[in-house]
């Protein structure tokens, strides 16, 4: 046994689940479970839609490695769950968690410290949808408040069509938001022990990038180098840096960032790490998502470093 495995012990590596996104989530657990066993770290895979608590006892793993997708697995549930067992876990706490999961919620926040995120709305059945339409610019998102992977989204510009949107968006989650619809460059950075890597454009045939363009598609580009400017990476990698860190986000996490080329302001940006101000000459939607599984062997290497406990 290496030394690695020995200061780390057994790992249960959490994976499956019962969420919208189960298929996403058994991918991304084999792909960790054959990383640790290239490492030689002891390992055990539990798929937690099977009596998660009697798996737990039988296994007792030293730590649990969160290779969950969606609701039960990101949103701070299975975060609450392993404190009160206290057992060490990877990834951000259950309040950062269940901030990342939510983007209504982590909107306001963003909007309340000063990052720029395109506007929004919260809908329900007493929703004006033409008011919405024309409040949010004529082409807008709609979107479930607590789900992952694009799922549930919908692309909208007609009153009618935004109903049904909604309709839609609540079969995945009781709440349901509208947002402005930004058509820029996309970008994705992930975030390792505190440092923020480099960020990958992302292009794609489809309408937007979508569950299929996600994890299906031969033709979604990943383009790292960026193409970016040196300064203007750097200035990126800042405002992702600053976004995690506002939801007390640990260990690792993903921020994509969508720009609008429909909008020449300049936005400032506070960087409160050295008390200036970052210029962006396009507004910027920023959306926080936990750990993907495209990070996920990469990590492993170093994932010691990155548990909660």
């Not at 099977?50 to 701070?76: W, Y």
Request: net charge negative; charged share 25%; proline share 2%.
């Amino acid at each position: 046994m290496n030394d690695l495995a020995r200061r780390i012990g057994r790992v249960g590596v959490l994976y499956g689940g019962v969420s919208s996104e189960r298929e996403i989530s058994l991918a991304s657990g084999y792909a960790v479970g054959e990383a640790l066993q290239r490492l030689s770290i002891e390992n055990t895979m539990i798929d937690v839609a099977d009596n998660l608590l009697t798996q737990l006892e039988l296994v007792k793993p030293n730590i649990a490695f969160i290779a969950l997708h969606g609701s039960g697995g990101e949103d701070g549930t299975i975060q609450g769950l392993l404190e009160y067992l206290r057992m060490p876990y990877t990834g951000s706490g259950v309040v950062a968690s269940a901030l990342a999961m939510d983007k209504f919620r982590c909107k306001l926040m963003w909007r309340g410290s000063g990052l720029p995120t395109a506007d929004f709305l919260r809908l329900d059945a007493e929703s004006d949808w033409l008011a919405t339409l024309e409040i949010l610019g004529g082409e807008i998102i709609v979107k479930p408040c607590r789900e992952g992977s694009s799922i549930g989204m919908t692309i909208v510009q007609d009153p009618q069509d935004l109903r049904d949107a909604w309709r839609h968006a609540k079969e995945f989650d009781k709440e349901v938001m509208a947002e402005r619809r930004l058509t820029g460059d996309e970008y994705t950075v992930a975030i390792l022990d505190g440092k923020a890597l480099p960020a990958i454009r992302i292009s794609t045939d489809s309408e937007f990038y979508d569950f299929n363009a996600k994890y299906h598609s031969n033709q979604t580009r990943y383009h790292c180098p960026s193409g970016l400017s040196k300064n203007r990476e750097c200035e990126l990698l800042d405002l992702c840096m600053e976004a995690f860190n506002s939801l007390d986000c640990r260990g690792w996490g993903r921020v994509d960032v969508m720009t609008d080329e429909n909008i020449n302001e300049i936005l400032r940006i506070s960087v409160a790490r050295d008390i200036k101000d970052v210029q962006w000459k396009k507004n910027i939607n920023i959306r926080l998502w936990k750990h993907r599984e495209q990070i996920s062997i990469e990590i492993s290497r170093v994932w010691c470093k990155c548990k909660h406990i």
